[in-house]
């Protein structure tokens, strides 16, 4: 399978592909009609193969069915729904967009930024009556010619930007080939066949969602109930109507649905879980052990970023495969450890990198950044992930944290995944997050915010006396900071980069 509209065929046409809460299953046989449709729509706009389409809509069934289908016959650039004017500006200009899809009605500030860039506005409408994900293009404007074929296995499918958190974001273009590989490479981990249906909670304009939940799905021809985004007060209602299989989330997410989890035993006990799937952060090993208590099915951390089109490594099925602290075994690249500044790979500890058919070519319009994320050695083409880490001696790979986010204290390494992992052993302790505090003779120390369980009190000093007795005193959190809740990016995941500024703690840092 090599392009997208490859993954959706040889699947029974009767079968169920798209659901959402109150409304019809769209069919494969309707999912594969729709995309013929599509396809028609926007050449009739103007818009076709190589175009490039942002796409701005809620979560939902609309939002998945309209990747996949305009994704078959042109470039799809899914945008975060929250975003404000002068940042549709930014990444529509950056795209180079010729199109936008907005849900009829919408009059909001991706709206504006489109009129300004002169886009074609490709209007969603859907019909509640109708099966989930159905829908019609509408262009306001537009029309022209355009290339009608369909896109090749080298075509672009799909194009995100890194988050950027200290610079300007990077455009990662993924193949169509790439988006195909890394989906049945995620179904091969999962196991996943047409008997399987998962529940999507993450956000559509994310690469985990797009490819691990709805794609990876597809090409297994199992089927995908979408919710309208995360709400950890709706999920138990949602795992009795969907009858799931599994479900894909980020470790916030999990931890949000173990708060709940006790009020919703019978719902627990009578939903049919094969497995649970972590991705996009760190998981704790102490969550990993209590989702799995609490749900009685195994627990599967996977390792992913945007530029793999998701996957990279992922904890093996069947149960007791899972090893709680580890990302999991290769599942799809190759993956090795590297040198961190010469071009070699090395044995041990090093910088992650990964070579195969689900990596992108290269970012787009960035030369510099290309010369420092690739390498050739060993008669591959190497990408550089920024991540530090090892495997066992099982093949497990075990993270040591982002690079740029391990902590330089005076020379002193510190992984603050390591010290998520000791504060995480505090009873109560619910959610933490070690990051790096600005001082002045050190150049970084080390800190910690931490979210208390419910009912459980501790003070800064018994959390560092619990640290103090399990880990070097360079590693200690010199500052403990006890919140109502962690401040989060966009997908849910924790962001240790910049979150002494977000807390207001880089002025007394001395």
């Not at 009609?33 to 076709?48: R, S």
Request: charged letters at 20%.
């Amino acid at each position: 399978m090599t392009t997208i509209k490859a993954l959706l065929h040889g699947h029974d046409a009767n079968s169920p592909a798209i659901g959402a809460p109150g409304r019809g299953w769209l069919s494969y046989g309707d999912l594969r009609a729709l995309a013929d449709k599509v396809a028609g729509q926007l050449h009739k706009a103007g818009v076709g193969r190589g175009d490039r389409v942002a796409i701005v809509l809620p979560n939902g069934p609309e939002m998945a069915t309209a990747f996949v289908t305009v994704a078959q016959a042109a470039t799809t650039a899914p945008l975060n729904p929250a975003y404000r004017e002068d940042e549709y500006a930014f990444y529509l200009d950056d795209l180079k967009a010729k199109a936008i899809v907005l849900a009829e009605g919408y009059d909001g500030p991706a709206l504006a930024a489109a009129h300004r860039a002169g886009l074609t506005v490709l209007r969603l409408a859907s019909d509640p009556a109708q099966p989930a994900g159905s829908f019609d293009l509408r262009p306001e404007g537009g029309g022209g010619t355009c290339d009608t074929s369909e896109p090749q296995a080298d075509d672009v499918a799909l194009i995100l930007h890194t988050s950027g958190t200290t610079s300007r974001p990077k455009i990662v273009p993924l193949l169509q080939t790439n988006v195909a590989a890394s989906a049945g490479n995620i179904a091969r981990s999962l196991d996943l066949t047409p008997a399987d249906r998962c529940l999507n909670v993450m956000p559509l304009f994310h690469i985990h969602g797009l490819v691990a939940a709805v794609t990876a799905s597809l090409s297994a021809g199992a089927s995908i109930w979408c919710a309208p985004g995360f709400d950890a007060l709706k999920f138990f209602g949602w795992l009795a109507d969907a009858k799931p299989t599994w479900y894909t989330a980020v470790p916030t997410m999990h931890q949000a649905i173990l708060s709940r989890a006790g009020r919703n035993k019978d719902i627990i006990e009578a939903a049919r879980l094969r497995f649970l799937r972590s991705s996009s952060a760190s998981l704790p090993a102490q969550v990993m052990k209590e989702l799995e208590e609490t749900f009685d099915a195994p627990v599967v951390e996977a390792y992913g970023m945007t530029e793999a089109s998701h996957q990279m490594c992922c904890n093996p099925l069947p149960r007791g495969a899972q090893k709680p602290g580890s990302v999991g075994v290769e599942a799809g690249p190759l993956v090795r450890t590297a040198h961190e500044v010469e071009d070699r790979l090395v044995e041990g500890t090093g910088e992650v990198v990964i070579s195969g058919p689900n990596v992108t070519p290269g970012y787009e319009g960035n030369p510099d950044a290309n010369a420092k994320s690739f390498f050739e050695a060993d008669g591959r083409r190497w990408f550089r992930t920024g991540d530090q880490g090892a495997f066992d001696e099982d093949g497990y790979l075990h993270l040591t944290g982002r690079l740029k986010e391990i902590i330089n204290r005076g020379g002193e390494k510190v992984s603050p995944l390591e010290v998520d992992g000791v504060l995480m052993e505090h009873p109560a302790i619910a959610q933490c997050v070690t990051f790096a505090l600005p001082h002045p003779k050190l150049g970084e120390e080390v800190a910690a915010a931490v979210v208390l369980r419910e009912g459980m009190e501790a003070t800064e000093r018994e959390i560092r006396d619990f640290a103090a007795a399990r880990v070097a005193d360079f590693k200690v959190p010199r500052k403990v900071v006890i919140l109502d809740e962690i401040p989060k990016g966009a997908t849910g995941k924790l962001q240790r980069i910049g979150l002494a500024e977000k807390l207001g703690l880089v002025e007394g840092a001395a």
